[in-house]
């Protein structure tokens, strides 16, 4: 079976962008891959975190993990930090990486905006270390949002630099990224993708919002001139609503243009609303049923699974390199 790797990190809150966009498509993945999800914890600490909080979410994330339908059964579910092959990898990643490589990357100059004097070697370097994560494993198929492209790329170059100058030792992994959902954006600003590090919680739907959160929040997302409920590219904020609506209702685009034909925003948003929240009840349901203790047993047990296949690549790479084990 074909292996799948991917990872979220336990920083902010998770969205239904990051749902939509990669989770949602791990969850159909588990059947027919042998799949790996990772808490990458190491990741996070790349900006600053309240190290309380980090506990925190890493247990939060792997929670959601669970609720959203990956099943320990199938799928290896660890935390990065569990698996030191990470970091190890990633050193030897560093010496065949060129400066500019991360210099190009937009999430770090995002990341970094003005304060790139401020930013951390870690940060730059997130980059490489996610190149890491996914070589380890020989991964083939990285299921992601269209934002995490630029570094799969990166980790594809990485990979064929490594094996051209080593020999054959990495797989050279494709991202997967699915049409819809890939980029769901900011309900604010639709001109955004939706971001667990945004400034006003009315940009995203978190996974743990109540359900009169979601209806406030839907009630405030902004939309754009016009009446008509259509899927239009000059329309973003309605596009983005109607793919929400869409992907979390299991209709049709034009079945849902349909149904609001003769209709306006008030009755869409309200609909979109119901259908927002009928998808958080039971998830949450399931996400509160779970038991901390369980959940990080199912961690270590994972982090077992997963070194078994890490330090075999590790082994092989310090042999290639000349490093004595
Ligand atoms: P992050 O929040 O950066 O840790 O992202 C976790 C996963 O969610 C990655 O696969 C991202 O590509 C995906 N993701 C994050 N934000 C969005 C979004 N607004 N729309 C779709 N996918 C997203
Ligand atoms: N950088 C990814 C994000 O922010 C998270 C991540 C870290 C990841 N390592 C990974 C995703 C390996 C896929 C594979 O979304």
Redesign the pocket.
Known sequence: MERI?????PSGVLHIGNYLG?IKNWVNLQNDHQCIF?V?DL?AITVSQDPKELLKKTVEVAKIYLAAGIDPKKSTIFVQSHVKEHAELAWILNTITKIPELERMT?FKDKAKDGKKEASMGLFD?PV??AA??LLYKTVG?P??E??VQ?IELTRDLAQRFNNKFGEIFTVPKALVRKEGARIMGLDDPIKKMSKSAASQYNYISLTDSPDDVREKIKKAVTDSGKEIVFSQDKPALANLLTIYSLLGGQTIKDIEAKYKDKGYADFKKDLAEVVVEFLEPFQEKYNALDDNEVLEILREGAKKAQVIASQTMSEVKKAVGLIE
């Open positions: 790797f991917s990872g979220v990190q990669a990772c990458v990741h999430q997130y270390l996610m994560d996914i990285v992601v949002g934002d995490q570094h």
